[in-house]
């Protein structure tokens, strides 16, 4: 159903009610001119991409382009690629953009940003008082806990109303304070095909069905849209046409596994915004309608980064590297412990920094370059550590290999040190593979993949091969004989 339809309010009130639409003409004007002008300073400087992704073991070429702007060192991973932030402007870190323009850019993504959380604190509030959150810590425990701390007479009975007020408004808050915004451009007159909606006769679809990814339970989305149309059209125009317009824009949703349910298609013209509330990612899917002109969208998220910011995953190289030591004298490296918990958590650790960092990073090419170098200080950090864990991983070989008695508590060491190497020996092979791919192929060159760690055999500077299949040989062998 569209707006056209007699029965589309009353099916979005009751199916639907956790979309909330903004027109255009809500937002303020200098507003829509610094984001609009963000959008076009971005493509101008070709910051836009088609990303890579994995789905069900095959690699595809995205017909949106993407760029994922926000806080400096947060990540956000979708279909097994990891995006990394162009940081926006953030007090505290210095940061080169590559333009003075490009700068200007982010900086309006950050005053939409705040924007758009403060209209999503406004409507979920709304949503509390209307009670149509269900949800144990905004609503069916505020009565409880007010009634708990007037029984016990530590506050009065108005004093625990507010406690539970500001309780309640911190949660509406964490659910909204978005940490990056993923915006999307394509020209759907430049794509030689598009799906078609296969349940409700939709048309032609820019991004199918789904739910979002990765994002902090029941938060909210909000989406601002701006469609290059010629013309704005008005609301008289729509009601001419019957069914959804294809050369307008639309926003489609429909209930998680239902299609017997009317779906909804909300159009979408110049500055238009929607926010999708609470649990509605989680209950319901959204796909993406295509018109005939180039739309850009900002679509604001809470990214759930509790392994996915460069303060984690420091924290765990940190970790990692308790277990190394080194002589004062021969300045000769060594492991702390060679207890089983320790050379499995160090080992995963190792696999983690390496596939889904190091070559996360370098599978997207040298695209980041066009917006700012900061990401590449971190990142050859992070490879600093990595070293050390190939290191760490040779003299866990060296301690096995020189033993000439291995006890039964050792075998189950090497068993479990084997499964992690196992592991890295296919990862290794299937992100060769991803970088060779036909779709990789496809990229121009400066958003190619690079393979990257990647050496030969016997370079000075590597302690072990990059193909372990021999390694892997020699500690099943090793078990096979203790048996």
Same mark, same amino acid.
């Given at each position: 159903?569209?707006?056209?339809?007699?029965?589309?309010?009353?099916?979005?009130?009751?199916?639907?009610?956790?979309?909330?639409?903004?027109?255009?003409?809500?937002?303020?004007?200098?507003?829509?001119?610094?984001?609009?002008?963000?959008?076009?300073?971005?493509?101008?400087?070709?910051?836009?991409?088609?990303?890579?992704?994995?789905?069900?073991?095959?690699?595809?070429?995205?017909?949106?382009?993407?760029?994922?702007?926000?806080?400096?060192?947060?990540?956000?991973?979708?279909?097994?690629?990891?995006?990394?932030?162009?940081?926006?402007?953030?007090?505290?870190?210095?940061?080169?953009?590559?333009?003075?323009?490009?700068?200007?850019?982010?900086?309006?993504?950050?005053?939409?940003?705040?924007?758009?959380?403060?209209?999503?604190?406004?409507?979920?509030?709304?949503?509390?008082?209307?009670?149509?959150?269900?949800?144990?810590?905004?609503?069916?425990?505020?009565?409880?806990?007010?009634?708990?701390?007037?029984?016990?007479?530590?506050?009065?009975?108005?004093?625990?109303?507010?406690?539970?007020?500001?309780?309640?408004?911190?949660?509406?808050?964490?659910?909204?304070?978005?940490?990056?915004?993923?915006?999307?451009?394509?020209?759907?007159?430049?794509?030689?095909?598009?799906?078609?909606?296969?349940?409700?006769?939709?048309?032609?679809?820019?991004?199918?069905?789904?739910?979002?990814?990765?994002?902090?339970?029941?938060?909210?989305?909000?989406?601002?849209?701006?469609?290059?149309?010629?013309?704005?059209?008005?609301?008289?125009?729509?009601?001419?046409?019957?069914?959804?317009?294809?050369?307008?824009?639309?926003?489609?949703?429909?209930?998680?596994?239902?299609? $017997?349910?009317?779906? !909804?298609?909300?159009?979408?013209? /110049? &500055?238009?915004? *929607? @926010?999708?509330?609470? +649990?509605?990612?989680?209950?319901?899917?959204?796909?993406?309608?295509?018109?005939?002109?180039?739309?850009?969208?900002?679509?604001?998220?809470?990214?759930?980064?509790?392994?996915?910011?460069?303060?984690?995953?420091?924290?765990?190289?940190?970790?990692?590297?308790?277990?190394?030591?080194?002589?004062?004298?021969?300045?000769?490296?060594?492991?702390?412990?060679?207890?089983?918990?320790?050379?499995?958590?160090?080992?995963?650790?190792?696999?983690?920094? $390496?596939?889904?960092? !190091?070559?996360?990073?370098?599978? /997207? &090419?040298?695209? *980041? @370059?066009?917006?700012? +170098?900061?990401?590449?200080?971190?990142?050859?950090?992070?490879?600093?550590?990595?070293?050390?864990?190939?290191?760490?991983?040779?003299?866990?070989?060296?301690?096995?290999?020189?033993?000439?008695?291995?006890?039964?508590?050792?075998?189950?060491?090497?068993?479990?040190?084997?499964?992690?190497?196992?592991?890295?020996?296919?990862?290794?092979?299937?992100?060769?593979?991803?970088?060779?791919?036909?779709?990789?192929?496809?990229?121009?060159?400066?958003?190619?993949?690079?393979?990257?760690?990647?050496?030969?055999?016997?370079?000075?500077?590597?302690?072990?091969?990059? +193909?372990?299949?021999?390694?892997?040989?020699?500690?099943?062998?090793?078990?096979?004989?203790?048996?």
């Amino acid at each position: 159903m569209t707006p056209v339809d007699a029965d589309f309010h009353q099916l979005w009130k009751s199916r639907y009610s956790k979309l909330i639409f903004r027109k255009s003409d809500t937002v303020p004007e200098e507003l829509h001119q610094m984001v609009q002008e963000a959008f076009l300073t971005l493509r101008e400087h070709d910051c836009f991409f088609q990303d890579l992704v994995r789905i069900k073991g095959k690699d595809f070429v995205t017909p949106v382009s993407r760029i994922l702007i926000g806080n400096p060192g947060c990540t956000y991973k979708y279909l097994n690629t990891r995006l990394f932030t162009v940081p926006w402007p953030t007090e505290g870190y210095d940061i080169k953009y590559c333009s003075p323009q490009i700068h200007d850019a982010c900086k309006a993504l950050i005053r939409l940003n705040d924007y758009l959380h403060i209209e999503a604190v406004k409507a979920l509030q709304n949503l509390v008082e209307t009670k149509e959150i269900n949800d144990t810590t905004v609503i069916d425990g505020e009565q409880n806990f007010a009634t708990s701390l007037a029984e016990k007479g530590s506050v009065s009975k108005d004093e625990s109303s507010c406690c539970v007020q500001a309780d309640n408004y911190r949660c509406l808050k964490n659910r909204t304070s978005y940490n990056m915004t993923l915006l999307n451009y394509m020209d759907p007159l430049q794509m030689l095909y598009l799906k078609q909606e296969p349940y409700f006769g939709m048309g032609d679809m820019a991004v199918s069905w789904h739910h979002d990814e990765n994002l902090v339970e029941r938060s909210t989305v909000a989406v601002y849209s701006y469609s290059c149309e010629g013309s704005v059209m008005t609301e008289s125009d729509e009601q001419i046409l019957k069914g959804r317009d294809p050369a307008v824009w639309h926003v489609g949703l429909k209930v998680a596994w239902d299609i $017997e349910t009317p779906g !909804l298609a909300m159009p979408l013209h /110049q &500055g238009d915004c *929607y @926010l999708m509330l609470d +649990d509605l990612n989680i209950t319901h899917q959204h796909c993406v309608l295509a018109g005939f002109s180039p739309r850009f969208s900002s679509t604001h998220r809470v990214a759930d980064c509790s392994r996915g910011t460069l303060e984690y995953i420091f924290g765990q190289c940190e970790l990692a590297l308790q277990n190394l030591q080194t002589d004062l004298d021969s300045m000769a490296l060594s492991l702390k412990s060679l207890e089983t918990a320790v050379i499995k958590q160090v080992e995963e650790i190792h696999n983690e920094v $390496e596939f889904e960092w !190091l070559r996360q990073f370098w599978f /997207q &090419g040298k695209r *980041y @370059l066009k917006c700012t +170098d900061w990401w590449l200080k971190p990142i050859a950090k992070l490879e600093e550590f990595w070293r050390k864990m190939e290191i760490m991983t040779s003299l866990v070989l060296s301690e096995f290999r020189k033993e000439e008695r291995i006890e039964e508590q050792r075998t189950k060491t090497i068993r479990c040190f084997l499964l992690v190497l196992t592991e890295r020996q296919r990862l290794r092979k299937e992100w060769t593979a991803r970088c060779q791919s036909e779709a990789a192929e496809s990229l121009p060159e400066d958003q190619k993949p690079e393979c990257h760690p990647l050496w030969a055999d016997g370079e000075c500077n590597m302690s072990l091969p990059y +193909d372990l299949e021999e390694v892997i040989a020699d500690l099943q062998n090793l078990v096979l004989w203790v048996e």
